[in-house]
């Protein structure tokens, strides 16, 4: 077993490595082909059954220089698309055969089109994730797309769609989630031996790891905190919630913990998790991917909430299951996802008593006076006063 | 002889070029842009016809009296140019210490501010003395402005009155005397400046020869952010784009992409060989990345702006800065700063980051082709040039990278060759000075 | 998305065709209607432009209202900047669309119209969901606001150019089985199959008529500005009255008008007079402003520009690349529909489509209104603007607004941007004719 320290260097080191190097050796070593896709969720289980490695591409942090990306972008244009396509133009992303576009949000669904533009020889999938829940027709509408993704992956990939691979992958993906829920829960119950700064670089390097090489990683790491002896400080209890797609800086996440708070539940990388339950793994495996994902998905701004309620019961469901003090909302700038949401889950928020705070940042956010302000007033007047300040 | 005058009324600076029929530069005239649009532009084609009159009388007054006298003749001028409006400004003061001061400190108010000017008219009289005096800035604000900082600080503390009371005094007359119109022209104040060298007989000959040539404006055409204000009509007013393009081609004829990173907006321009423009990109509505931020960051650094680049180039780690939003910049930079961060190397990021942005809008433009011009206050810093060069070399391989030192009358030369109908290289060649 | 009235105060600026007339007393009758919903019990459904189901939601005797339609009405009444402050007030971030903003405002200050009516509440919100993220959370915002059943319909986007078969079996089951008995449940009322086609053939006709005033800008002198004169054309089709005889009766009036301009030789109303003397023919991306919407128009107008062929205009169908009702499949052709409106193309779908527009008008140029508040539009632009310039060798222009913020519009700095661009197409045009200048 790896130590803890050297299992989060190595998370680091991958998390810093612009040019994908560990995907670029991968890719040499076993002679297979890789497939990006952009946040928030993707079925990754389709592109490791035809024996692609799967990898995040989350941006480009507060290291890359935009040089290319902003002659693509207004100012107001989130920062995600400009590194993303900086890391395109700069040949960051050549070692890509394929790249998927979940329906996130139009910025994303746009930038499937100019990928299609600048990379007309690459296969380009836009993931219309489906809105509506009924088997019959969501359910039907997202098994045709998971499939017609099979193929245009298998052609690419050069294999022919095996059922029993893909079985396989949905096996290996749900314990891929397992030990993010068990992460999750240890965080939550224990965060003093699970900072969120280690723990996010951790899940980090499972977005261009394969997930069997991840799966090692997460559990040795998750074995090294129970031993910790660590004990617990005097820290709030915060939820971070609205960071799911473009990616805080680390400085960010290590600026609120610094400020007195324990983070015990978050977005972050949010389609690592969004299936909250297992893909049954008898039948049609195609199917068993589509129906969890139409009854177990996640709630969260990139779905339609279809219960009226929905969006006012969720954050004080989620402090009650973390156990948590506050919200701290915090969401990309020009977000429109996160930041429409914000009203309506800050209202169900205050309205049951849990005190929240607001910021917005971008992913090469430089300057972190701020939020440590903000972040450490927020965990000194919940010490104090439970929040009522 | 007919001069075709190109005024470009910048955000920061009004600048007029006035050219001959064969597309020769006459003179040029700059000065500072004020509330008063109309004036600024008169102010700066006045200083572009006194330099077209001192160019005419360098070939008479040269040849009878040699060089040397025609700078004096010059500096002559300047100082009963200054000497005029810094006897307005003090009339004005005087009114306005009647009007704003407390009846029991005027007296000794105006017995000090006539010490402060009798100070500031004995260094113009130095100036003039001297015989080869350093170089200053052209602007009365700035010349007067300082020598009557200087005579205040001096003066006023053993008066037991507030240095303040001074300077609110400078600051309220000062935008009067720039706001109204007072004589500056050539046949104003060339006799008087030939008096102070002597009258002699062979200069007011040249002189009046000069004089006899007939200068006509035969037609002007505006540009700039003002240009709207400018009272011409419709088809003599020519957007900043297509003069630029111009200027640029006429000082450097293969400039095929030209940036100019004024004050308040950055625009990349591609031009054809012609000076024709092809495409163009300006920044967007915000403001980020241009001259003026640059401006904020010298304020919140508390130096001027033109010692920024120096400082940066003495860099030896560059630091990522991020944002150039002039919002954040200040907030950034004290955050830097606290870090231990060195002055120069975030200096030399921030001028990074603002030809970064430069950089998009030349890639949206259609990128950089040779030979690559740059213009604008900008171009004068040292540390913006280097990041410039640095980024185009990396990115566009190499380029041909001209800077004329008369960069800023691009736009007012592109102006006065489309008064001239001249859309060929040529004009203002002169101008042109490879860095 | 399109104005129906409140053309500008001073008369003489204002547009003044007899359809403008027809238009301004249709949308009154409606929202007469809408007022009185409560009393007569009319059902309300509020929808949205791109996508609308409005044959079928007429077919259930409801009355349409378009959320979208009121917040650029109020910004073109001057009440946006107000409503918006009011949303960002309770909360709503800076950064997100104005659209949205304005109308949870409006709902804040008393819900008055456009017409100065008094606005029902909805008995039901039909989300028809087509190429913009926005409107899925601006429904739910609303549903914050009302009690009342809410429905949702899911287009896919054409990502691969075009509306899938298997897509459109989604919409069309969605329809079936979702929306129909939503519209049901709420109406009292059976679907009514037959009155469905009947409404669809309406919608059909409309349309022809819509399609011939779109093509008439074809012609030199153009006798229509296809951007900021067509989104009064396409207010009624775009709205309410698509599938209505009044619908098919302003067309028909519509296309007459058109007509007669041709048969003069006449150019548009615009405000800087009648433009019959067209310097430059331009295709226009992106939604106008409407805060400043005869302004913006004027720049044009002022320099002799006439708008030839515009993608906003097609937000609400895209009926000039051969698309109408087909009454003869009511579902099918709603899901082609919904499929097909121009928010829900591909990038590369759109730059076809600008290209064409440059190609078959005969354009000289093209220019992009790129809104802060629209990403669905924004997202791209500046690949859109460079891959357009590539096909047709001729330079775009590029200027930024809002829709209804009035903080995001810079009369100078669009004045500044427009003038030099016309500038650069006349010298380019003396250059070309000179063949290549000295």
């Known amino acids: 077993m790896t130590s803890r320290a050297a299992i989060v260097d190595r998370a680091l080191a991958l998390y810093e490595d612009l040019d994908f190097g560990s995907v670029r050796a991968w890719c040499a070593e076993e002679g297979r082909k890789a497939a990006g896709y952009l946040p928030v969720y993707a079925p990754r289980e389709i592109i490791h059954a035809v024996g692609m490695l799967p990898v995040g591409i989350h941006g480009g942090r507060d290291r890359l220089e935009i040089i290319r990306g902003d002659a693509f972008f207004q100012s107001y244009i989130c920062h995600l698309p400009r590194s993303v396509i900086e890391l395109l133009q700069s040949g960051r992303l050549d070692m890509l055969s394929a790249m998927l576009f979940p329906s996130t949000c139009d910025v994303i669904r746009n930038l499937s089109g100019m990928w299609q533009v600048l990379r007309p020889n690459l296969y380009t999938r836009y993931c219309d994730v489906p809105q509506v829940l009924e088997a019959g027709t969501g359910g039907r509408f997202w098994r045709q797309e998971l499939e017609t993704l099979l193929h245009g992956l298998a052609e690419v990939a050069g294999v022919t769609p095996d059922v029993e691979a893909l079985r396989r992958s949905n096996a290996v993906y749900n314990e891929v989630r397992q030990v993010i829920r068990a992460l999750y829960a240890a965080r939550r119950d224990t965060p003093w031996r699970l900072p969120t700064e280690e723990l996010y670089l951790v899940l980090r390097a499972g977005e261009v790891l394969p997930p069997e090489a991840f799966l090692q990683m997460a559990r040795d790491y998750l074995a090294a905190t129970a031993a910790d002896d660590a004990r617990p400080r005097d820290r709030v209890r915060v939820i971070v919630a609205g960071a799911f797609c473009e990616q805080p800086p680390l400085g960010l996440i ?45 709630p969260s701004s990139i779905l339609y909430e279809h219960a009226p309620d929905g969006k006012k019961r969720l954050m004080a469901q989620r402090v009650a299951d973390a156990r948590a003090d506050g919200i701290i909302f915090a969401a990309p700038s020009f977000c429109d996802p996160a930041l429409l949401d914000r009203p309506m889950l800050r209202a169900g928020a205050e309205a049951a008593d849990i005190p929240c705070i607001a910021f917005q940042y971008s992913e090469n956010t430089g300057q972190f006076q701020q939020f440590r302000e903000q972040a450490g007033t927020f965990s000194d007047s919940i010490k104090l006063w439970g929040g009522q300040a | 002889m007919n001069g ?82 810094m006897r307005r400004l003090q009339a004005l003061v005087d009114e306005e210490v009647d009007r704003g001061v407390m009846p029991g400190l005027q007296s000794p108010t105006r017995a000090t501010l006539e010490a402060i000017f009798q100070r500031v008219e004995a260094e113009e009289e130095a100036w003039f003395a001297e015989e080869d005096p350093p170089r200053r800035s052209d602007f009365f604000r700035d010349v007067v402005g300082s020598a009557y900082t200087r005579a205040a600080e001096a003066l006023v503390p053993d008066t037991g009155l ?24 050539f046949a104003d104040h060339i006799h008087t400046a030939i008096a102070r060298l002597g009258s002699p007989p062979a200069v007011i000959e040249g002189v009046q020869r000069a004089l006899a040539v007939e200068l006509v404006a035969a037609t002007t055409v505006g540009t700039g952010y003002g240009r709207a204000r400018l009272p011409f009509p419709k088809e003599q007013i020519r957007s900043e784009i297509l003069c630029h393009g111009l200027g640029a081609h006429a000082m450097f004829p293969n400039t095929r992409t030209v940036l100019d990173i004024g004050g308040q907006d950055t625009k990349a321009i591609q031009v054809d060989a012609a000076g024709i423009v092809t495409s163009f990109q300006m920044n967007d509505r915000c403001a980020a990345g241009c001259g003026r931020y640059l401006g904020y960051i010298a304020d919140e650094m508390n130096i001027g702006l033109h010692e920024l680049g120096p400082i940066a180039m003495k860099s030896t780690r560059s630091v990522k800065i991020n944002s150039t939003c002039t919002v954040f910049a200040g907030a950034e930079l004290r955050e830097r700063l606290s870090l231990g961060e060195r002055r120069e190397d975030i200096l030399a990021g921030l001028h990074r980051a603002v030809i970064l942005r430069a950089m998009s809008l030349l890639a949206r433009s259609g990128g950089i082709e040779d030979e690559f011009t740059f213009t604008g206050g900008v171009a004068n810093n040292p540390a913006a040039v280097a990041a410039l060069t640095r980024l185009v070399e990396e990115n566009y391989g190499h380029r041909t990278l001209n800077i004329s030192p008369s960069s800023i009358y691009t736009g007012a030369l592109g102006a006065a060759m489309f008064a001239a109908g001249i859309t060929h290289a040529g004009s203002g060649r002169a101008e042109g000075a490879t860095s | ?43 309300v459904v509020y929808t949205f432009v791109p996508g609308n189901l409005t044959e079928l939601v007429r077919s259930f005797g409801a009355l349409p209202l378009l959320p979208e339609i009121n917040a650029l009405q109020s910004g073109m009444r001057g009440m946006s900047r107000k409503y918006i402050a009011e949303a960002e007030k309770a909360g709503h971030s800076e950064d997100v669309c104005t659209y949205v903003k304005c109308d949870i405002g409006m709902i804040k200050s008393g819900n008055i119209g456009p017409t100065g009516t008094r606005l029902p509440k909805p008995d039901l919100l039909l989300l028809s969901y087509t190429g913009c993220y926005t409107f899925m959370k601006w429904f739910e915002l609303l549903r914050e606001e009302y009690d009342c059943p ?44 037959e009155k469905l086609r009947e409404l669809l053939g309406h919608s059909r006709d409309a349309e022809d008529d819509l399609v011939a005033v779109f093509e008439s800008a074809k012609r030199r002198p153009s006798p229509i500005d296809a951007y900021f004169g067509a989104v009064y054309y396409v207010g009624p089709i775009f709205s309410a009255f698509r599938g209505t005889p009044e619908g098919v009766a302003y067309y028909r009036a519509l296309r007459a008008e058109v007509e007669a ?127 357009v310039e590539k096909r047709t060798g001729i330079p775009g222009a590029f200027v930024e607004s809002d829709l209804v913020d009035p903080r995001y519009f810079s009369a100078a700095n669009i004045k500044n941007r427009l003038e030099s661009y016309i500038q650069m197409l006349a010298a380019r045009r003396i250059g070309s004719s000179a063949g290549g200048a000295a």
């Open chain 2, 162 to 185: 507030s240095f303040d009371l001074f300077l609110g005094l400078w600051d309220k007359c000062i935008i009067r005397v720039e706001n109204e119109p007072i004589g500056l022209g």
């Open chain 2, 4 to 85: 075709f005058v190109g005024i470009d009324l910048g955000s920061t600076t009004t600048k007029a070029v006035v050219l001959a029929e064969d597309g020769s530069i006459l003179g040029k005239g700059i000065t500072n842009s004020r509330s008063n649009y109309d004036l600024a532009a008169e102010v700066a084609r006045t200083e572009a016809f006194v330099t077209a009159r001192f160019g005419l009388l360098r070939r008479e007054v040269e040849r009878v009296a040699g060089a040397p006298v025609l700078d004096r003749l010059m500096r002559a001028f300047r100082v009963q140019q200054n000497l005029v409006q």
């Open chain 3, 1 to 43: 998305m399109t104005p129906h009235e409140n053309v500008p105060p001073a008369p003489d600026r204002a547009p003044k065709d007899r359809s403008m007339q027809l238009q301004k007393d249709m949308i009154a009758e409606h929202f007469r209607r809408l007022e009185q919903a409560p009393e007569t019990h009319e059902p």
């Open chain 1, 254 to 298: 290590k600026t609120i913990e610094r400020a007195g708070c324990y983070i015990v539940d978050d977005d972050f990388l949010l389609g690592n998790r969004l299936l909250t339950a297992d893909v049954p793994l008898d039948g049609d495996p195609l199917s068993a991917l589509a129906d969890t994902f139409l009854r177990h998905a996640m």
């Open chain 3, 150 to 193: 809410a429905v949702f319909l899911h287009v896919p986007y054409q990502s691969d150019g075009r509306l899938a078969p298997e897509h459109r079996q989604y919409i069309v089951d969605q329809i079936r089985d979702k929306v129909i008995p939503a519209l049901e449940q709420v109406t009292g009322r059976p679907y009514d199959e």
């Open chain 3, 261 to 387: 301009r041709i048969a003069a030789g006449a150019g548009p109303i615009t405000p800087s007079g009648q433009l019959d003397d067209q310097k430059y023919r331009l295709v226009v991306e992106g939604p106008p402003n409407w805060t400043s919407f005869h302004e913006f128009w004027q720049m044009f107008s002022d320099e002799g520009a006439v708008c030839v062929a515009s993608t906003y205009t097609k937000v609400g169908g895209t009926y000039d690349f051969g698309f109408r009702h087909d009454p003869s499949d009511p579902l099918g052709t709603l899901a082609d529909y919904c499929g097909g409106c121009y928010t829900n193309l591909s990038l590369p779908q759109r730059i076809d489509m600008l290209a064409d527009y440059v190609r078959e008008y005969a354009a000289d140029g093209f220019l992009i209104n790129s809104v802060k508040s629209c990403n669905s539009f924004s997202a791209g632009q500046l690949l859109i603007l460079r891959e």
